[in-house]
């Protein structure tokens, strides 16, 4: 082996051992369960199950709170505490989607820990009131991760999405939800009826971001 | 008693249970008795609405007016609210949490449903019966309008407000029996409702045909028949709201909605309107809840307007006037975050999350407007009754 060659090797050696994975730390996990009056039926019990799933990928030292929106956000072990607000709700009584992942962002996370919220949603906000800008400023600097499972607005046709049939495009309208994602380094998944579990994508997720800088 | 005869009775109590129980007038009795507390028990076990509009379609008209149009209102409001309430069901998961399981109703939207329009059509009717300037006709009219602006929603399947499109239908017997001023502030929220659902979504489906294009710039809000609806809905908005600043027990609360949709719109100038009705609305001393909300709204004008400390000082005015007002807190924990203090804005994060279930923030409810009276319009209704 010539010396070049020799050189070329170290070189390379020391390379891929900079190019080695970062130590994982654990993350603390924030599921903002959608639990308007838009997401009754079918979509509802999706969003449960996701919300159930993701406790299972979670790894020993991680952590994870549940925090529910309608017209309310709150922190809770009981996605029913809605039926007791007063005056009851009618219609879709309301979504505050926006201001919960805001209020989630704003979370302090301890030194060493990195920050995930996966929101379960249809996506439809209606009485947040941070302006939109603010909202992705705010999220910008933030330093947790978004993720969203949603249902595409695109893939409405009825009912909402109870009784959808067939395979349709994405939705073309999913943008407010997908600048969110973008500004935080996490990704959309639409969950339309047709389309298969993202349970594997999430946990792939997670991975990224226990490996990621806090 | 021979054993004979208790038989008789065991197998008379089954039959009579298996043909549900109670004879279906039953609940009409309670109400007229006044007997309220198990009305609201038996109302709250059932589920059976169908049954209950059709009997109201087919007896209601011999039904004493007062009384009819009174039950057949709650029964109407139940309707809408049992729809969508979730039944729980099954053991706690294998976390020892519990889970919901399924929902009880079909589609929440109140356009795809009908129970509750029969229900409210057949108290209408038993309304129409009444003078329209008697005491339990003025207490309808108000709950009525109350239970309607509740249920305010823009559907994205067909960017039809249900309510707004109940108004503009509601027959002169109806209307007749409707305060001027209650009338005002209803249609200015229901209006306010498209405006401010339409705007948070773009929502899409209001072209009529979702796949219109691809291009974001063609649909939605920029796409000229949505946002000729929008238009519409926002200046008939205002002039209700306008309209209901002619009232003394209306005008603050009119006076912050004005501000309100302006901020919605949010064209040049619109925020300095805004804050001019906020402060104006204060000088009329308006409720906890609205002087709340007024705060509030303020506080998000300021920031709009890169007045940081104006703003800073407008949500911490509101945060000291109600322990639940999570849109106060937010507002100064975004306040601080944008300033640099992480800390602060964790903390206020966490007041926040830590709020009981159960304890609305007013600047909800003051978006369903005088549904957020919903208890004491349905009180004043059985007063009248009694």
């Known amino acids: 082996m010539t010396r070049a060659i020799a050189a070329a090797l170290a070189i390379l050696a020391v390379s891929s051992a900079g190019a080695a994975p970062r130590p994982a730390v654990a993350i603390d996990v924030s599921v903002v369960l959608d639990v308007s009056g838009s997401v009754a039926g079918p979509l509802e019990d999706n969003l449960v199950w996701y919300q159930q799933q993701i406790k299972d990928i979670l790894e020993p030292g991680d952590r994870q709170e549940l925090i529910v929106v309608d017209r309310e956000i709150r922190r809770t072990s009981d996605p029913l505490g809605w039926s007791v607000e007063k005056p009851p709700r009618i219609a879709d009584g309301g979504t505050r989607l926006f201001d919960a992942l805001l209020t989630a962002a704003l979370e302090r996370v301890a030194v060493g820990r990195r920050h995930v919220i996966v929101a379960l949603t249809d996506g439809l906000d209606t009485s947040s009131l941070v302006d939109r800008a603010t909202r992705i400023a705010v999220l910008r600097r933030s330093r947790a991760m978004v993720d969203i499972v949603a249902i595409s607005i695109g893939g409405r046709r009825s009912g909402f999405v109870s009784h959808v049939r067939g395979d349709v495009e994405p939705g073309d309208y999913d943008y407010l939800l997908r600048e969110i994602t973008t500004a935080t380094g996490g990704r959309f998944y639409d969950i339309r009826p047709a389309a298969s579990s993202v349970v594997d994508s999430l946990r792939a997720d997670l991975d990224r971001a226990r490996r990621s800088s806090p | ?386």
């Open chain 2, 1 to 386: 008693m021979t054993t004979t005869t208790r038989l008789l009775i065991v197998l008379l109590s089954s039959v009579v249970a298996s043909a549900g129980a109670r004879p279906r007038t039953s609940l009409f009795d309670e109400y007229q008795a006044h007997d309220f507390a198990r009305f609201e028990s038996d109302l709250g076990a059932t589920s059976d609405f169908p049954a209950l509009a059709a009997e109201a379609q087919a007896v209601s008209s011999s039904w004493p007016a007062d009384a009819g149009a009174a039950y057949l209102l709650e029964v109407a409001a139940a309707a809408m609210h049992g729809e969508i309430f979730p039944k729980l069901t099954g053991p706690p998961d294998s976390h020892g949490e519990r889970t919901l399981s399924s929902f009880a109703g079909g589609p929440f939207h109140t356009d795809l449903r009908t129970d509750w329009r029969a229900l409210l059509q057949a108290s209408e009717q038993c309304i129409s019966r009444m003078p329209p300037d008697a005491p339990l006709a003025r207490a309808w009219g108000r709950a009525f309008m109350a239970l309607l602006v509740g249920a305010s929603e823009v559907s994205p399947q067909t960017g039809v407000s249900v309510v707004v499109d109940l108004f503009e239908r509601l027959p002169t017997s109806t209307r007749d029996r409707i305060d001027d001023q209650a009338w005002m502030m209803a249609r200015g929220s229901a209006y306010e409702a498209v405006v401010a659902t339409t705007l948070s979504y773009d929502l899409p489906a209001l072209l009529g045909d979702e796949r219109a294009g691809s291009d974001t710039r063609d649909v939605g809000t920029n796409y000229p028949a949505v946002r000729g609806t929008l238009v519409r809905a926002f200046n008939e908005g205002m002039k209700a709201f306008l309209a209901g600043m002619s009232y003394p027990d209306t005008r603050a609360e009119a006076a912050v909605h004005l501000g309100s949709l302006a901020m919605l719109r949010d064209q040049p100038g619109d925020l300095v309107f805004a804050l001019s009705h906020f402060e104006l609305a204060r000088t009329w001393h308006p409720d906890p809840d609205v002087l709340y909300v007024s705060w509030v709204l303020e506080g998000e004008a300021h920031r709009r307007l890169a007045e940081t400390d104006k703003a800073t000082d407008a949500f911490a005015r509101a945060a000291a006037l109600t322990p639940n007002g999570s849109a106060a807190r937010l507002g100064l924990a975004v306040q601080a975050f944008l300033a640099g203090d992480d800390l602060k804005a964790g903390q206020l994060s966490q007041q926040i999350l830590d709020t009981p279930a159960g304890a609305d923030d007013p600047w909800i409810l003051f978006q369903h407007g005088d549904y957020r009276h919903w208890a004491q319009r349905v009180d004043a209704l059985r007063k009248a009754l009694q």
